[in-house]
């Protein structure tokens, strides 16, 4: 069965953070929402199948994780990365932030660093910043609208790092790294004995002409590479918080598990073990299909900015539903771009300066969404600009 992205779903008055606080995060309650990062689209009908079905039966009492959960997750892995990951290194989490939070108050101590490749998804900075922990930034290099990593300044770091918070792919500059990227990544952690924490939440919404690696499939023997996975953003199940930290390395797994202990977090509930294990199992036609939506609305974005709107670059993104857009052009400083978009074209849209100082003078639009609401915030962007 072909399923309809182009369905207009409403989720305005569902307590829909996306729709709901308009009127707190852009100050007026009409703007078009193309920010937070969730989809407008309907999970697989598999998952809310399962879901009704768990809702009949009445008792919605304490839960665990079942072995088939695992399994799903395993052979979702096996399946698209040809990773083999082993039951005893799951460690299941609420959500991807509060997993890496936890990991690095875990496996770092105060004076210690944590390094990250700015500009970057804005929690990166707080869970360090908020943990207690130095912050080291290393920011990405950017030249003709391309995003790279910049090993030179990475291996020249001389200080007290511990921990690289990396993102893969990359939230916001969209890139998918190569596998040449992931091993000159891995040559210099293994060289600073740093421990990988590898955020790839990202990964299942790759565009077709790229592959996602994940980093710790290519360091088997380097036990100090920790992955963070999720079904929340293929399957646009965000809302359920269920996520998981692949940690090979057995004392690094204590060390989170005792965290998670002592704050007594049991992170399954009746529903979000439900979706989780349902999507894997189940959702890979309808990702299938969402990757091809997906890759038409970014074509004809790329497209439209082209003709009509060349003030604002695409940074032609490899993976996620979120577009960096190079807003430099258009002359305007954070707030004025900011107002821009809000009061003049009516566009609620993610500043780039919330991803650090060299997000400056971009913004981030997400397109999961019909594609016909796109169309018209951009006909409305222009509207405003011209
Ligand atoms: C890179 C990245 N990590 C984590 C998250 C959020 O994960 P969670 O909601 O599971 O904490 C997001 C959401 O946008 C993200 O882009």
Redesign the pocket.
């Known amino acids: 069965m072909s399923v309809n992205f182009d369905e207009i779903i409403q989720r305005a008055g569902t307590n829909c953070t996306k729709f709901d606080k308009r009127f707190a995060v852009f100050g007026d309650s009409h703007v078009t929402p193309l920010w ?2 969730d989809m407008d689209f309907a999970a697989p009908h598999e998952v809310t199948a399962a879901l009704i079905s768990r809702a009949k039966h009445p008792i919605y009492g304490y839960t665990f994780a079942p072995d088939s959960l695992y399994e799903a997750l395993i052979s979702w892995v096996k399946q698209r990365y040809h990773w083999s990951i082993k039951q005893e290194w799951i460690v299941l989490c ?7 939070t936890a990991a690095i108050l875990a496996l770092s101590e105060v004076n210690e660093s944590t390094i990250i490749l700015p500009p970057v ?1 804005f ?2 900075f707080s869970a360090v910043t908020k943990s207690n922990r130095q912050l080291t930034l290393c920011p990405l290099s950017y030249h003709n609208q391309r995003y790279e990593i910049d090993f030179d300044r990475l291996a020249a770091l001389e200080d007290n790092s511990r921990i690289l918070l990396f ?1 893969s792919p990359h ?1 916001p500059v969209g890139r998918v790294w190569s596998r040449s990227d992931l091993e000159q990544l891995i040559k210099i952690a293994q060289e600073k004995n740093w421990i990988i924490i590898s ?1 790839e ?2 990964a299942d919404l790759t565009y077709p002409e790229y592959q996602h690696t994940p980093l710790a499939r290519l360091a088997e023997e380097f036990e100090n590479i920790i992955t ?1 996975l ?1 079904p ?2 293929t399957f646009n199940i ?1 809302g359920l ?1 269920l ?1 998981a930290l692949i940690v090979p390395n057995a004392k690094f797994r204590q060390a989170i598990l005792n965290f998670f202990d002592q704050l007594h977090i049991n992170p399954a509930n009746p529903f979000s073990i439900t979706a989780f294990e349902t999507a894997y199992q189940k959702g890979a036609n309808w990702l299938d299909e969402l990757i091809s939506y997906l890759s038409c609305t970014r074509d004809q974005v790329a497209d439209y900015l082209t003709k009509y709107l060349p003030a604002i670059q695409l940074v032609k993104p490899e993976g ?1 539903y ?1 577009l960096w857009l190079d807003c430099r052009s258009m002359r305007m400083t954070d707030s004025e771009l900011k107002r821009f978009f809000i009061h003049q074209a009516g566009v609620g849209l993610s500043p780039g300066i919330l991803f650090g100082d060299e997000g400056s003078g971009f913004m981030r639009m997400n397109i999961g969404t019909p594609r016909s609401n796109v169309l018209a915030a951009l006909e409305k962007i222009k509207k405003a600009y011209v």
Request: charged residues 10%.
């Open positions: 937070v990062a609420p959500g991807v932030v509060p997993s890496f998804y929690p990166f993102c939230n955020d939440i990202h963070a999720a929340s953003k965000p918080n996520s996620t979120l």
